[in-house]
């Protein structure tokens, strides 16, 4: 018995300081949290430090009174009124090309040759009707001598004399068929010489090599095009349209000689605007110097009647990085901020025209290149 309770007394001890042990086990809760996040902050990638920020000199930017502008961007398209289709009235296969896409042809130049059945039937019928003349004439003598001695009646002589006509007009119009299929009545042959109807460019070709035309109602086999003058297709938003007008110069630059000019003249504003994108069409026809191509990138400038203000600043203090055009403002102490601005036209005096980021009586760094190369040591 008396181990018994012996027994139970250190089971009942085990279980009480167990019960301790679960207790402590539970701690604060604010123990147990993870500790707090530490935020850093990061360094302003447009903010420089240079240890003597009066080795470079700063501009004040000034006021440029100019006219409201809006840009936009277009291709370069040939004048559809200076394009030729070059066209073949036989049918037949092709034996030769003389020329190809992207040739600069002259008038009279032979462009293709083809092999036509239809030029071997009208040189046929066209011998035909040169023989059936020729002896119509000779029943018409005849004719007029029975005639004159008292042979044949009067009416006989008319029927001559109308055989005749008829086997004229026979001529006539067998060679004016040989004529339009491109064929010569003074050299006879099956093949047809296609010649080209005007000088210019070939800026569309349909035929190859041993291939069939197909005469008219298919496609042509080339297309010719003048490119002394081009057009200019640019897409204007309908809340700019406002600063479009017919007969208004506007100014071009390609993208691929963005230092060159161009001067065009507003043809056309496309009557039905795109649904998706809600644009419309506007044409202008520029005068080709030589460096426009069909297809070229163009940046067009249409140049309202509202005075407006912009900052300008000498040309070195904008730095072109990145498709992207910059200037560098100086802030407190020794820091400089990179500003991005849009970029207008060049000025006299070597000066631009900002369009945005830089207000006038900003001061700005005058050498943007010389910054930024310091800037990167």
Known sequence: MTRTRYFTLIVFTVALLGGFGCGES??????????PVKV????????????RPDQFALVTAEEHISTSQLRATGTVNPDISRSVPVISLA???VVSIGARLGDTVSKG?????VQSADMS????DYRKAVADEKLANV??????????KGAISLNDLQVAEDTENKAKVDVENTTERLRVLGGNPDHPAAVVDIHAPVSGVITDQQVTNAAGVAGLGSPNPFTISDLSHVW?????YENDLGNVRLGEKAEIRLNAYPDKSFSGVISNIGPVLDPNIRTAKVRIEVRNPGLMRPGMFVTATFHGNKKESHAAVPATAVLHLHDRDWVYMPLQGTKFRRVQVTGG???????QEILKGVNAGQKVVANALEFQNTAEQ
């Open 232 to 236: 200019i297709l640019c897409d204007v």
């Open 40 to 51: 850093e902050s990061v360094q302003d990638r447009d903010i420089f430090a240079v240890d």
């Open 26 to 35: 539970k701690s604060d809760p604010k123990a147990e949290a993870p500790p």
């Open 139 to 148: 029943q018409l003598d005849r004719s007029k001598l029975l005639y004159d």
């Open 345 to 351: 036209e060049m000025l006299p005096g070597g000066m």
């Open 121 to 124: 039937g009208a040189f046929s």
């Open 91 to 93: 049918t037949g296969r």
């Open 109 to 113: 130049q032979v462009l293709l040759r």
